[in-house]
């Protein structure tokens, strides 16, 4: 071999393992890392954390910690008292149900954590009810809706509001969910954008049922959806719940699909211990949670 073939050879294993390298690099850096708080009243937390961490690592490139707090509505959840909580985080998932705490002072911490951090926010169902007996609106000013109860439990018709949105690109143009808790919304927040919507029975009037909201620094998702595993479980709800956080992390593109280094690890059935029994129930009036 010449000495000219053998610098050339050289370069190009060096350019082989600079872009190795880099690649490496890329994907450790966009390895996100995300808190899912959980707990409350009313649902099937055990099973819904495994729907939620695992459907979601498996559509977007994402480590996991978990708070399961305890089951009273007026439980203050223990990882928000500790200070800087959230700074370890790309991303919190709010799946909690407390709508019984009244402290405004704690409340309204949870909102400046994310309002001044800047670390995205995703808010599943009934953490749209928690804290609304607290006398402050700025948690609901964060998730970019108020809703203070629910309709009657029935599967509901889902219609695509911007199906050119990237984050709703994938979603039918319709969708009737396995079952449903249709929550009620009485306010839409100045910055929050309707995605979908549902014709509400009861109440003979559409209510948004996935959107976006930007409050301070920080991004937000948020869907009523999810009250049954059923729902949760399916790939429609999996599938928009991901490009929603893709997108309040920067890492979702225009055609909605996960960025380079975004991608999770691939979509596989996620099997659950036991099924929720509020999905066997026939439609039931609305409850206060």
């Not at 559409?206 to 301070?216: E, L, M």
Request: charged fraction near 25%; hydrophobic fraction near 35%.
């Amino acid at each position: 071999m010449t000495i000219r073939r053998l610098m050339m050879a050289t370069l190009a294993i060096t350019f082989v393992v600079a872009t190795f390298t880099s690649s490496q690099a890329e994907e450790k850096k966009t390895k996100l890392k995300g808190l899912l708080i959980t707990g409350g009243c009313c649902h099937d937390y055990p099973n819904q954390i495994k729907i939620i961490t695992q459907g979601m690592s498996q559509r977007v490139s994402i480590d996991w910690d978990v708070e399961l707090a305890e089951t009273d509505r007026a439980t203050k959840v223990p990882v928000y008292k500790n200070h800087d909580w959230i700074k370890p985080y790309d991303v919190v998932v709010h799946n909690e149900c407390y709508g019984g705490v009244t402290d405004v002072d704690f409340v309204e911490s949870i909102v400046k954590a994310h309002t001044e951090t800047g670390v995205a926010a995703l808010f599943i169902h009934c953490s749209m009810h928690s804290y609304r007996n607290a006398k402050t609106d700025e948690w609901r000013k964060l998730v970019g809706v108020t809703s203070m109860s629910h309709e009657s439990h029935r599967a509901v018709d889902v219609i695509n509001l911007k199906m050119d949105n990237p984050i709703m690109s994938g979603f039918p143009a319709h969708w009737e969910t396995p079952n449903g808790e249709l929550y009620k919304i009485e306010k839409a927040w100045p910055n929050m954008t309707p995605l979908a919507k549902t014709y509400g029975v009861d109440t003979k009037k559409d209510h948004t049922v996935i959107w976006t909201n930007s409050y301070g620094k920080s991004k937000v998702f948020g869907t009523t959806l999810g009250h049954h595993n059923e729902t949760m479980n399916s790939s429609q709800w999996l599938d928009v719940v991901a490009r929603g956080l893709l997108w309040t992390v920067d890492g979702l593109a225009k055609n909605g699909s996960a960025k380079k280094g975004f991608a999770g690890t691939g979509v596989e059935p996620i099997s659950l211990e036991t099924d929720n029994p509020d999905a066997k129930k026939k439609p039931t009036p609305a409850k206060k949670k």
